[in-house]
């Protein structure tokens, strides 16, 4: 009986723990939708209110998107 090799994690095993999305793809998707939100609920007063909706949830699309793309370049923060 090998004890050593019960213990040790294969790569496959430590890899699996990190199934979820990086901080910093939550942070720009976070903020991007609450300043979209907010600037478009100043700039929109005097449309309908789905369009402050609609404009946060672009907002935070685009912060998708960003937050991959800074993951990929520059890693997490």
Excluded: C, Q
């Excluded at 990086?22 to 005097?46: E, H, K, N």
């Amino acid at each position: 009986m090998d004890t050593a090799k019960s213990t040790k994690k294969s790569i496959k095993e430590k890899n699996a723990k990190k199934k979820g999305w990086p901080i910093v793809v939550y942070l720009w998707m976070i903020g991007l939708a609450f300043l979209a939100y907010v600037i478009a609920r100043i700039v929109l007063d005097t449309s309908p209110h789905p369009y402050h909706w609609i404009s946060g949830l672009a907002g935070g699309v685009i912060g998708i998107v960003v937050g991959w793309i800074w993951y990929w370049k520059l890693g997490d923060i």
